[in-house]
Nanobody, 124 residues
Framework: QVQLVESGGGLVQAGGSLRLSCAAS????????MGWFRQAPGQEREFVAS????????YVADFVKGRFSISRNNAKKTVDLQMNSLKPEDTAVYYC?????????????????WGQGTQVTVSS
């Protein structure tokens, strides 16, 4: 399995931006599709964005479309989530996840490895 460590979370005002980064260990990162999920207090963890093994395909949830984007750098073994026009409802712990497939996915069960999460808090 790949080890994942998220960074970049913090406190930001509504309308602001944050860039989350996920650093992966392991030799086969470039063959894994990756994803970002989030979990707000008292709510289920939900899908945010996913990217295929080579970055050729990306998909973001409707509620962040036009505001969030996902990208990856296989040479650096990182996957980033750029978050713009943040809203208070984006407040959550954000998790990075990896799946042992080249194809992106949206279901939690499709991802085998998870990071510890990074807190994002958006103030109004």
């Amino acid at each position: 399995q790949v080890q994942l460590v998220e960074s970049g979370g913090g406190l930001v005002q509504a309308g602001g931006s944050l860039r989350l980064s996920c650093a992966a260990s392991g030799r086969t990162f470039s063959s894994y599709a990756m994803g970002w999920f989030r979990q707000a207090p008292g709510q289920e963890r939900e899908f945010v964005a996913s990217i295929s093994w080579n970055g050729g395909s990306t998909y973001v949830a409707d509620f962040v479309k036009g505001r969030f984007s996902i990208s990856r750098n296989n040479a650096k073994k990182t996957v980033d989530l750029q978050m713009n026009s943040l809203k208070p409802e984006d407040t959550a712990v954000y998790y990075c996840a990896a799946r042992t497939s080249q194809l992106l996915a949206t279901r939690q069960g499709d991802f085998a490895s998870w990071g510890q999460g990074t807190q994002v808090t958006v103030s109004s």
